[in-house]
């Protein structure tokens, strides 16, 4: 029986909601894999985002009985060899707008993950909800030195506020609270240098600073500086105690995650005198990672996605999102043409500017499938670290042309430790975007205490099972 | 000036519209128990047409499909027409004028329909609609230092390079700020401590740095009270680096730290390091924090001196308070308005102010984005990175002398000189008489260039990678010149005519972008956007000038706007565009506040912006002026401590 081993945590995570930090960890410490859990590799989980939506007659495929056999459309042309671990799902609707008609591209991305409109009465601030990866994050993030990854291909800082909403609702889809979005790291030295500071510790990363490398005492003088802040909290107006307690849930954070390093590292070092649980669960040599020196966009999406690949594989998080690209001047030179992707998709179905679309959508699949096929070529159990994972690539719009939100485009790919059945076209799903994250979840075995957004169901079609 | 704001709903053209409320503050503006009057009278005369007319009106026409059972659209006027003044419903009432003005609503179905005169006693209540907020600062919130600040504070606490936080994710600054802590910002707060430190301090066994020992002084002998010793030099850093003094309980805390150093074995000078870390990772240097209690039973305070000494400095300098402002917040003087004026004086006239023009001049032209725009290099093979950051420099040379010579605004528009290097000469064409990588001030003789309209780094930002686009670029003179807000085109545009190709290929930009203008849904706004554009055809996408477009057709650079204004040349339409002194200082006056508060303007604001716009003009439209206006305005001085101000009553 699979992930029965969560059903302990959830005992414990009783009354206080998977949709909330966990505080009890802070006197738990790091969370334990109950034995047996290693035998069964985790499911890990990975959002890809692009904007504006897709050229609809070249995104989804002409027919489910041929989706395997069938070349496939244009956009979905890279994805060929791993078809049969794709699950392509049409018929999935988006937030309705309404009042916020004029925001389609500040709302693209913000209700993505969340399947929520904005607070309308609060909208110069940020009031959303909490984002499906970090309801994921708050329930299987404790099992791993990050609890989740958030990467970006573009500096998270457009200024655009349409119909007065916070300008954070262009860039940003993963927010921790309705108020605390989650910024995204952009450059891939920095991943890499966080995601294996514990592990390069003794080859002098400390120099650079890594949190791993800091004092043996920064847990207890953080847990001071705490008290401190809880302190300085109890003599200030509300307004204020609430941007505190943003500070307060990061210092945590930030405590359990050096707590995380130092137990990874008397992990390793158990492993290393032969004795002990082995954490590690790939089979398979940790893959290269060159980050680029130039500028192509190609090659700095493909790092992005190598370190979710290795970030997974190594299972140092099992949770990931990724904006490959935001809606905002965005240009992909390396196409040929340096037209922004967002002027191009108010087309008129004037043809060239179709094929300009086309290209951007094809070339963001592509990075997808780049990822996908890494993973489906590393072994992990029984079968490839793609069998273990749930990746979902999609947009929120359906056509930029004309803003609508009727059938996102959505391809899911990875068995999700075979809670997901595969290798299929699914041409009428009459589900919401809250509906297919809530699904996703599901198969990942995070348990919710309430509905995602507009959710009202579990998409059963999906699902084997 | 109506004949525009009319065309083009917007954040200021609400405020132009207002023209008799307005009048009537600014003509009782000469003290403040007048302008107090005034504005009572304003809102009462707004409650008033609210009642007998407004009501009615929505009661009338609307009610049956945005009222209390239906809401169309999710649009309903249920609450909004009971708290007419407050600011969560403020984009409603917008949405609602622009649909009242372009006849959209109520729908031509509909066989109730209002007058043109009681659609423009609507219109004129929404405009004057600010009058209903409550006097209200706005909340001031603890405020995260952003990235630049925390850089700049540690250069100036510790010495170090600013770039030590490189790593940290950019943000937006001013209006849009997002002032949130995440996870991974606190990680990476703590990865630079650690840094800082192991840049600043010996490390153990080795002997103290030069810094170690101003910060730590020597070690206490034998006898002495080690942490009585700690604790004045916990007082001393905390003083510097929560900017503002520690309390008890704050100091107590750092004590702690020690302890936990010199417990586990920790020489002085080592638990002192962990002390001055845990400083570094404390919510009082990472934040702008209030010093002492708040009076819970009040609604709105005062600034306190150090607070204030904070928000004035990084506001100005983008770092902590120096030694002058901080001891004046000490002796609680700061908050005196001829004392704060007189320290964003001396601020401005630090080369250190170059910070107000990399975080808020450089937005509001559009130039924070210049150093990573895509060119179309094969077109544009000049636009190497010497000539963007040459770009970046003339904007901002010149936005610094507007400051610190104290000119006029208008100087922004109709000025006769720049700065140019050799390489952004050539750009000007003045290749031969300016050379060398030193950028200088150069006298034009030609009056189609100076001022922000024709720079070449601001026309480069609103064209496309490959050509010029005259719909960006009045886009950019509407809105960022002169404050008006243009509606996004709809998504659905009309497709436009079929055209023959060939006719088409012959044509200039102008001429094939003139054709859209035939259709009413687009000829609406682009009949004074587009006009703009052309008069700005002159000069290429990189800001060349030239006598002939792509096509090979010659410019044609005339043009008329609402009102009867012809133009021929980019130097006519400069000099209609700075006849507009007053709507360049409102939206300059607005755009600053809210830069300076790191929120959107709302409510009262609206109304702050309008007596500070004027306190502006009657001093002949002066920047230093304008600068200080705002930094002793009542929401900059002010704070209110509840989440959310008094909602007023219609009665």
Redesign the interface.
């Known amino acids: 029986m699979r992930n029965d081993w969560l059903i302990d945590r959830r005992t414990c995570l009783r009354g206080i909601g998977a949709a909330l930090a966990l505080p009890l960890l802070d006197s738990m410490g790091w969370a334990e894999e109950p034995a047996g859990a290693a035998s069964k590799p985790p499911v890990r989980l990975g959002f890809m985002y692009m904007p504006h939506g897709v050229i609809m007659e070249r995104f989804w495929p002409s027919d489910p009985a041929t989706f395997l056999t069938a070349p496939p459309p244009q956009i979905l042309e890279s994805l060929r060899p791993v078809l049969g671990q794709c699950l392509v799902v049409k018929g999935i609707s988006g937030v309705p707008i309404a009042p916020l008609n004029g925001a389609p591209h500040a709302l693209e991305l913000s209700t993505w993950l969340t399947a929520t409109l904005p607070d309308t009465d609060k909208r110069s601030r940020v009031n959303i909800a909490i984002s499906a990866d970090q309801i994921a994050a708050n329930y299987v993030g404790a099992l791993t030195a990050l609890p989740s990854l958030e990467l970006a291909t573009m500096p998270q800082t457009h200024k655009e506020n349409q119909e007065g909403l916070h300008e954070a609702y262009y860039s940003h889809c993963s927010y921790r609270s309705p108020t605390q979005p989650v910024p995204a790291e952009i450059n891939p030295r920095s991943v890499f240098k966080r995601l294996f500071q514990s592990r390069e510790q003794n080859q002098g990363a400390g120099k650079s600073g890594a949190v791993a490398a800091a004092d043996p005492l920064d847990r207890s003088m953080l847990d001071v500086v705490l008290g401190g802040a809880r302190e300085l909290r109890a003599r200030l107006g509300n307004g204020d105690q609430h941007k505190l307690d943003e500070y307060l849930d990061s210092v945590r954070s930030l405590e359990r995650r050096i707590f995380a390093i130092e137990h990874r590292q008397a992990d390793a070092a158990k492993a290393a005198a032969g004795g002990g649980p082995k954490r590690s669960v790939t089979d398979t040599a940790r893959i290269e990672v060159a980050i680029p020196e130039g500028d192509k966009r190609s090659e700095y999406m493909k790092v992005m996605c190598d370190l979710t690949v290795l970030a997974f594989q190594s299972d140092l998080t099992r949770v990931s999102t990724y904006i490959g690209s935001t809606p905002n001047g965005v240009s992909y030179p390396e196409l040929g043409f340096t037209d922004e992707h967002h002027s191009q998709t108010h087309h008129n179905n004037e043809i060239v500017k179709v094929d300009k679309v086309a290209r951007i959508n094809a070339f963001n699949v592509a990075q997808f499938a780049y990822m996908i096929k890494k993973m489906a070529a590393l072994k992990e159990g029984d079968g490839t670290l793609l069998d273990n994972c749930i990746m979902m690539w999609g947009s929120g719009l359906e056509n930029g042309n004309k803003h609508t939100r009727v059938n996102l485009p959505f391809v899911i790919a990875g068995k999700g430790g075979g809670t997901l059945k595969t290798g299929r076209y699914i041409p009428d799903a009459k589900g919401n975007q809250g509906d297919l994250l809530q699904t996703l979840l599901g198969c990942a075995g995070i348990p919710l205490d309430r509905p995602i957004g507009i959710a009202t169901k579990t998409l059963t079609e999906m699902t084997s099972g | 000036m109506n004949a525009r704001s009319h065309m083009l709903p917007a954040r200021f053209s609400l405020l132009m519209g207002g023209v008799v409320l307005s009048l009537s503050v600014a003509s009782a503006a000469e003290s403040d128990a007048d302008a107090g009057a005034g504005l009572a009278a304003a809102r009462a005369t707004a409650m008033k047409t609210h009642k007998e007319q407004i009501t009615p009106f929505i009661t009338t026409y609307c009610d049956r499909c945005h009222g209390e059972k239906k809401k169309k659209?999710?649009?309903t006027f249920e609450y909004a027409v009971k708290h007419p003044g407050a600011s969560?419903?403020?984009?409603?009432w917008r949405?609602a004028v622009a649909n009242i003005k372009t006849h959209d609503m109520p729908p031509e179905k509909e066989a109730k329909q209002p007058s043109e005169q009681e659609r423009q006693v609507f219109l004129d209540w929404v405009a004057g609609m600010k009058h209903l907020s409550p006097k209200d600062p706005g909340?001031f919130?603890?405020r995260?230092l952003n990235k630049i600040e925390y850089g700049n504070t540690l250069h100036d606490l510790f010495g170090v390079d600013p770039r030590i936080v490189t790593?940290l994710?950019?943000?937006?600054l001013g209006a849009?700020y997002?002032?949130?802590?995440?996870?991974?910002?606190?990680?990476q707060y703590?990865?630079?401590?650690?840094?800082v430190l192991?840049r600043i301090l010996a490390p153990a066994g080795a002997p103290p740095t030069a810094v170690q020992k101003q910060m730590f002084g020597a070690a206490p002998t034998v006898g002495q009270d080690v942490k009585a010793a700690a604790r004045e030099v916990a007082k001393s850093l905390a003083r510097r680096a929560y900017r503002r003094p520690a309390s008890e309980?704050?100091l107590d805390?750092?004590l702690?730290?020690f302890a936990?150093?010199t417990d586990?074995g920790?020489k002085y000078h080592e638990a002192l390091r962990?002390m001055l870390?845990?400083i570094l990772?404390?919510?009082?240097f990472?934040?702008i924090?209030?010093a002492?209690?708040?009076d819970?039973k009040r609604d709105i305070v005062p600034l306190g001196d150090h607070q204030l000494a904070s928000r004035l400095s990084y506001l100005l300098w983008a770092t902590m308070p120096d030694a002058e402002l901080s001891a004046l917040a000490d002796a609680g003087k700061l908050h005196e308005p001829e004392i704060l004026a007189q320290q964003a004086r001396r601020l401005l006239s630090d080369p250190r102010s170059r910070a107000l023009f990399d975080g808020f001049g450089a937005?509001w032209l559009g130039l924070d984005?210049l150093a990573t725009?895509?060119?179309?290099?094969a077109k544009f093979p000049q636009l190497t990175p010497a000539l963007r950051t040459a770009m970046y420099e003339e904007a901002r040379l010149l936005f610094d002398s507007i400051v610190r010579e104290n000119r006029s605004l208008m100087t922004f528009i109709d000025c006769d000189y720049s700065f140019l290097d050799g390489t952004l000469a050539a750009i000007y064409g003045l290749q031969e008489t300016v050379t060398g990588t030193a950028m200088r001030r150069v006298q034009f003789t030609d009056a189609n260039r100076g001022g922000i309209l024709t720079m070449p780094g601001i026309l480069a930002m609103s064209s496309?990678?490959?050509r010029t686009s005259p719909v960006n670029r009045g886009v950019w003179v509407l809105e960022q010149v002169l404050g008006e807000h243009v509606?996004?085109?709809p998504?659905?545009?009309p497709?436009?005519e079929k055209q023959d190709q060939k006719k088409v290929a012959s044509m200039t930009l102008r001429q094939r972008t003139e054709l859209h203008r035939n259709d009413p849904t687009c000829a609406s706004c682009h009949k004074v956007l587009d006009p703009i554009g052309f008069g700005l055809e002159n000069f290429d996408a990189i800001g060349r000038w030239r006598e002939h477009d792509e096509s090979g057709g010659a410019i044609d650079a005339a043009g008329e706007l609402p009102g009867a204004q012809r133009f021929t040349s980019p130097k006519e339409l400069k000099r209609i565009i700075a006849g507009r002194t007053a709507d360049l200082c409102s939206n300059l006056t607005g755009r600053l506040l809210a830069y300076a508060l790191c929120?959107?303007l709302?409510g009262y604001d609206e109304i702050v912006v309008d007596q500070l716009a004027d306190a502006v003009a009657k001093d002949g439209y002066r920047m230093q002026t304008l600068v200080i206006a705002v930094v002793t305005s009542y929401p900059f001085t002010h704070r209110r401590?509840?989440?959310q101000p008094g909602i007023p009553h219609a009665k």
């Open positions: 659209g999710g649009v969560s419903f403020r984009p409603l949405q909340p919130v603890i995260r790593e994710p950019d943000e937006v849009g997002l002032n949130s802590l995440s996870p991974l910002l606190m990680e703590l990865m630079v401590a650690n840094e192991s309980a704050e805390v750092l702690r730290v936990l150093a586990a920790k962990l870390k845990a990772v404390s919510p009082q990472l934040f924090t209030p002492g209690d708040v819970a937005q984005k725009k895509t060119f179309d290099a496309f990678p490959n509606p996004p085109p998504a659905d545009v497709t436009l929120r959107q709302e401590l509840t989440d």
